[in-house]
């Protein structure tokens, strides 16, 4: 066997273990980023879910406050929005979400008869059950994130994200501390 020969062969076998280790780095990162993008897919349903119920909400406890019809035009806007919404933008939304639910539970909690209405409870306790749900969701997602990122940061799986133009994803952040209690508006006098 010729020089040449054992050359060519050495290449051929070193290119086709790039080849492999390329196109399982490859496949691992669409995987992740699939995965991602599915999570966040169901985040948003879930918080589309939320707004419709804190909608319901506000028709329930409509009877008993006067809510401006700005807040009803809010929420329908928020949920809107949250089936386009980035990670950063869900965070937006999930604090109105959060202010705007804390305001129906303040109002809930000024009327007893309100307090006691079986679809209130009913309702309340779905939008924290979904809560639930999406934090779950939030931390299944941030665990892909947190996979995809190192992938894209170590090597030798850095040069085929870098090859395939993909860079860090960003992690959901809904700031889970309350920097306040949540105000009260657009809630009257009764009716």
């Known amino acids: 066997m010729d020089t040449f020969t054992l050359v060519l062969g050495t290449l051929a076998v070193v290119l086709i273990l790039l080849a492999i280790v390329f196109v399982t780095y490859y496949n691992r990162l669409f995987r992740f980023k699939n995965a991602g993008e599915a999570e966040l897919g169901q985040i948003r349903v879930a918080m589309k879910k939320r707004f419709d119920m804190i909608e319901q909400l506000l028709g329930a406890v409509k009877g008993y406050t006067k809510f401006e019809r700005e807040v009803f035009e809010k929420v329908a806007t928020l949920r809107a929005q949250v089936m386009s919404a980035g990670p950063a933008n ?5 604090k109105e979400s959060a202010s705007l639910f804390g305001s129906i539970r303040a109002v ?3 009327y007893p008869d309100l307090k006691a209405s079986d679809t209130v409870k009913q309702l309340m306790e779905a939008i924290i059950s979904l809560e639930d749900e999406i934090g779950r969701q ?3 997602y941030n665990n892909v994130v947190q996979e995809f990122n190192t992938m894209v940061d170590t090597i030798p799986s850095n040069f085929v994200a870098g090859i395939l133009g993909m860079s860090k994803l960003e992690y959901l952040r809904f700031g889970d501390e309350v920097e306040s209690p949540p105000k009260v508006t657009g809630i009257g006098t009764n009716e």
Do not use: K, S
Not at 90 to 94: D, P, T
């Open 138 to 140: 939030r931390y299944t």
């Open 90 to 94: 869900l965070a937006n939304l999930q």
């Open 108 to 110: 809930a909690e000024a």
